[in-house]
Each structure stands twice: as structure tokens, then as C-alpha cells.
């Protein structure tokens, strides 16, 4: 009903950047030499000393570009203040050479959310991709197994209009003086698991293309991956039961099981079977629902500190062993370690003890 992930994460995910670095200046001074020598050789020695300097300069804003990235993706997906253990980095390289530079991956669960990043890009290309005339995808090698990758902005970015989002991945995603762009990939992680079991592998190559969407693809190469574990809590509400007081009706909260990125909602009720199915009674679905939304939406995960956190709504609601999964989606990551209590309106869920 709700399945929304998959297609983000199969097809057409680019439609997201239609409806959403600044350039590194280089200086090098002049050597002041007080020796007297023949003018031709005071010009020899100005110009390897000018060159030396920029090389060097030029050298260390490239090996450094991927460490840097990785650096601003912590900080912006808040990996080191939800303490999060599962997120992982890959070393990068120290010299900058075209091609794809995996940068760090999580696992929500369903998916690995992977960063790369991928050079040359143009400042010409870019602002192609952010008119949507190019779109970014990744493949695993040898399959045919693909999906749409995007430009990683930060999480908290409110963007709209094409050039404010055109804009935004120039500053935030591209690094002009490498014609570096950073990248998230969304990998669906159940064909993954089915991929490496067929081959009897452990990783597998992850190739990255850039090009329209009919037309001749680019490969910007590919980069061993494997996929990373999940790091999970699971409370359960032992059968709790919600009174909807705006439907008049109730469902029952079994089980949270949360990541820092992710949440499955499992919950059940009367006939949810029957509207999980193919040609199910939309009319008859459409009150559980807004409730389904609601548990989701308005349901709080309160921290020691006081604060609180809400889920949002769920991207997909599949029906599996028993119970309606509300699976729900987030880019900063939470410190699942620290929930105090689970509230739902006046009904306690969960607390610690």
C-alpha cells in the first residue's frame, strides 16, 4: 500500500533533486631573495619555488578531499553523538585518481545506505544532474542489479525550486577543484543477500555511472563492498492496546525494533491481513490507515535527557508473520542505547526499569 521505499530505492530516485564546493582559491606568494645573481637565474628560482608551492598545495587539497568527506558525513549524520557503532568507514586513498572513492556505509535494515565518491565531474555536468538531463546510478557488478543514486546533501537542508537545490549540491556535495561529488546509493539488502549467496561471496564490486537517462552511460569504475551489520534494539509491548479516540478505534502495538536510522513499527488489528493484499478494499483500509500513520507519526521515544523523537511515517507497511511492519526511515542517526520511554498519547508503551 505504503511501498515507497523500494521504487526510491529501484527507479527513479533523481526526481527527488527536480524538486529540491565553492571553488578552492589557491595564493602563492612570491620569495623575496636577497643574494644577488644573474636576473635569468632570480627568474628560474621565483618560478620553481611558485611551482613547488602550488604543487604542494594542490596536492594536499586532493589527498584529502575523501578524508575531509568522511569527516563532514560523521558530523552531519550525527555518527559520533548518537554513538553509533555499525557505521562504517573504508580507507581512502591519499592521491586523487579518476574514479569511484568508497567513503562509508550503514545498514537500516532494508537497506545499505552507501557514500561514495566519484571524479571527474565538471562544474558543466553538474549542474546538468541537478536539472535532472544526467542522473548518477550504481550497479553490482556483473548482475544487472542496479538502482539511482544522488547527491548527498546535509540532513537538515529545506530546499525548493531547481536552482536553490542546484546551488545546494554545488556548495554542499562538490568539491570543484578535484571535480569531486559526493554520492549516497541506496542498496535494497535482500536481492544483495540473494547476489552474494549465489556467488558465494562476501563482497561484492559496486560500479558507479553517470549519463541521461537513454543514453550512453559513464562508469566512473568500481569498488569492492561489503555489506555492513545492523546494529538493533527491540522492545516489546507486550499486546499493548491503543483507544484511537478521533476513529474510535484500536490497534494493537506489538514490538519496536529500532536502529539509529530506522524503525519497524509491528502492529496489528482486526482484517489487517486481508487490506495488505492485492485489490484490497481501499475505501474500507483507508481509517486503519491514518492509523497506522498515527502510531508512527505521534509516538515518542523520550531520551534521558528529556528530549524526544518521533519516527515520521512509515515508507512501507508489508504484512509479515502475524503483524502489519511499519517500516520508517531517517538520515541523522539516534542513540538507540539511550530510550528512556515510549509513549503513545497517555498510554505508556515502554520504560526502563
Same mark, same amino acid.
Given at each position: 500500500m505504503k511501498d515507497y521505499r523500494l521504487n526510491r530505492a529501484l527507479s527513479g530516485i533523481d526526481d527527488r533533486w527536480l524538486d529540491m564546493a565553492d571553488p578552492f582559491e589557491q595564493e602563492v606568494q612570491s620569495m623575496n631573495i636577497? *643574494?644577488?645573481?644573474?636576473r635569468r637565474a632570480l627568474r628560474t628560482i621565483l618560478i620553481a619555488a611558485?611551482?613547488?608551492?602550488?604543487?604542494?598545495?594542490?596536492?594536499? @587539497?586532493?589527498s584529502?578531499? *575523501?578524508?575531509?568527506?568522511?569527516? &563532514?558525513l560523521r558530523q552531519e549524520l550525527n555518527i559520533t553523538?548518537?554513538?553509533?557503532?555499525?557505521y562504517v568507514e573504508y580507507p581512502v586513498p591519499t592521491e586523487q585518481a579518476p574514479g569511484v572513492v568508497l567513503l562509508s556505509a550503514i545498514s537500516d535494515g532494508q537497506e545499505q545506505k552507501v557514500y561514495v565518491n566519484v571524479s571527474p565531474v565538471t562544474p558543466e555536468e553538474l549542474e546538468r544532474i541537478a536539472a535532472g538531463e544526467l542522473s548518477l546510478h550504481w550497479e553490482i557488478e556483473g548482475t544487472g542489479f542496479s538502482g539511482f543514486a544522488a547527491p548527498q546533501l546535509p540532513p537538515d537542508l529545506t530546499l525548493s525550486g531547481r536552482e536553490e537545490i542546484a546551488a545546494a549540491v554545488k556548495e554542499h556535495a562538490y568539491d570543484e577543484q578535484t571535480g569531486t561529488l559526493t554520492a549516497e546509493c541506496w542498496i535494497w539488502m535482500e536481492k544483495l543477500r540473494e547476489i552474494m549467496? &549465489?556467488?558465494?561471496?562476501?563482497?561484492?564490486?559496486l560500479s558507479l555511472y553517470m549519463g541521461p537517462r537513454d543514453g550512453e552511460q559513464r562508469c566512473f569504475g568500481t569498488a569492492p563492498f561489503t555489506p555492513t551489520e545492523e546494529e538493533r534494539r527491540v522492545?516489546?509491548?507486550? *499486546?499493548?492496546?491503543? *483507544?484511537?479516540?478521533?476513529?474510535?478505534?484500536?490497534? &494493537?502495538?506489538? @514490538?519496536? &525494533?529500532?536502529?539509529?536510522?530506522s @524503525?519497524?513499527?509491528r502492529v496489528h488489528y482486526e482484517g489487517d491481513a486481508a487490506f495488505h493484499t492485492p485489490g484490497a478494499d481501499w475505501d474500507a483500509y483507508a481509517p486503519w490507515s491514518t492509523l497506522e500513520d498515527k502510531v508512527c507519526i505521534e509516538a515518542q521515544l523520550i531520551f534521558s535527557d528529556g528530549s524526544r523523537f518521533s519516527t515520521g511515517g512509515a515508507l512501507t507497511c508489508p504484512y509479515e508473520n502475524g503483524t502489519v511492519n511499519q517500516y520508517c526511515g531517517w538520515a541523522k542517526a539516534i542513540d538507540i542505547r539511550d530510550v528512556q520511554r515510549i509513549v503513545l498519547g497517555d498510554l505508556v508503551l515502554w520504560e526502563a526499569s
Open positions: 636577497r *643574494h644577488r645573481a644573474p611558485a611551482l613547488t608551492a602550488l604543487f604542494t598545495l594542490t596536492a594536499y @587539497a586532493v584529502s578531499i *575523501h578524508a575531509a568527506r568522511q569527516s &563532514e553523538g548518537s554513538k553509533t557503532e555499525s549467496a &549465489e556467488q558465494g561471496a562476501d563482497s561484492v564490486g522492545f516489546d509491548f507486550g *499486546h499493548a492496546v491503543y *483507544h484511537d479516540p478521533d476513529s474510535g478505534l484500536d490497534i &494493537e502495538l506489538v @514490538a519496536l &525494533e529500532l536502529t539509529p536510522i @524503525a519497524v513499527w
